[in-house]
């Protein structure tokens, strides 16, 4: 066995691939840090550093588990955009609250729960809901 299928068993042992996607080289060398594989696996973590560190530069080498690059700005624009039709769905519950509905009446109407309708109105407008 070669120095680099060594390289790969751990890294298939580390549970690289099982979670989201990485959304770039940073996030990849977070992951594969002692700290954060302690953190992951306890006891059973690799701590080698420079084994960690062969194993993030493979997987960035690669592209194994990573978003596309050209993904990158599409996705962000998605979040944003996300984010900006919460905040207007959100001032729209607290509207139709502040004008008389009941939180149940509002809950009906759009398909949340009566609870989360109550955070929403109780929540920092500016904060996160």
Request: aromatic share 6%; hydrophobic share 40%.
């Amino acid at each position: 066995m070669t120095k680099q299928d060594d390289i790969r068993e751990a890294l298939e042992a580390s549970g690289y691939a099982d979670g989201d996607l990485f959304p770039d080289e940073d996030a990849v060398y977070d992951y594969f840090s002692p700290f954060e594989q302690r953190l992951m696996f306890g006891d059973d973590a690799i701590q080698d550093e420079d084994l960690l560190g062969r194993m993030a530069d493979l997987v960035i080498a690669e592209r194994l588990h990573m978003v596309e690059p050209a993904h990158h700005d599409e996705l962000h624009r998605l979040a944003v955009e996300l984010t900006r039709v919460r905040q207007a769905r959100d001032d729209a519950i607290r509207a139709a609250v502040a004008d008389g509905m009941s939180y149940r009446e509002v809950a009906a109407a759009i398909g949340l729960s009566h609870g989360r309708v109550a955070q929403i109105v109780t929540s920092d407008p500016r904060g996160d809901a």
